[in-house]
């Protein structure tokens, strides 16, 4: 079954503070993990990515953590700020794929507070 | 305009209307895809194009009908559409098929009366 479980649904957090959202999913044929961050009124626009190969990549403040074994990957954002609060997505997909499907978790509503 | 863009922005409709959304990408890409946003759900791809040929239909209802003209302009034809069909629907683009960065454009807010 080709899902993507995310939680939380939301979550609250102090400006400087580190937002944790994990993901899990089933399909051991993904090879293709994005997190992409969406404003109101705006499309999803992609954030950071990682592939199997590496169970780390950080750009910035934001970090993903992979765990191929245990089929889970998590975004760290680091010293959160107000302007991160957003919908965050986790998304999976097979490279090269013949259909491009990227498949999506439900989204993560993160509120940095001041 | 850069990017990828959507209109209209909104949208209202009755159940016997017969409307288009349009979708155009600027950033050269070959692949275009229509995808559902609503309240309860993931995002739900709804049809993928590759060089104006349709490669994925993921058992969307047939009142939403997909055109692909060229490769920089989608359009969705909605006609005869159910209240459970309001949401955001978004376009997305991206170079190839695959495991590549989809762009989105802004979505346009659908409410089906």
Known sequence: ?114 | ETGVTQTPRHLVMGMTNKKSLKCEQHLGHNAMYWYKQSAKKPLELMFVYSLEERVENNSVPSRFSPECPNSSHLFLHLHTLQPEDSALYLCASSQFLGGDEQFFGPGTRLTVL
């Open chain 1, 1 to 114: 079954q080709q899902q993507v479980k995310q939680s939380p649904q939301s979550l609250i957090v102090q400006k400087g503070g580190i937002s944790i959202i994990n993901c899990a999913y089933e399909n051991t044929a993904f090879d293709y993990f994005p997190w992409y961050q969406q404003f109101p009124g705006k499309g999803p626009a992609l954030l950071i990515a990682i592939r199997p190969d590496v169970s780390e990549k950080k750009e910035g403040r934001f970090t993903i953590s992979f765990n191929k074994s245990a089929k889970q990957f998590s975004l760290h954002i680091m010293d959160s700020q107000p302007g991160d609060s957003a919908t965050y997505f986790c998304a999976a997909s097979m490279e090269g794929g013949s259909q491009g499907n990227l498949i999506f978790g439900k989204g993560t509503k993160l509120s940095v507070k001041p």
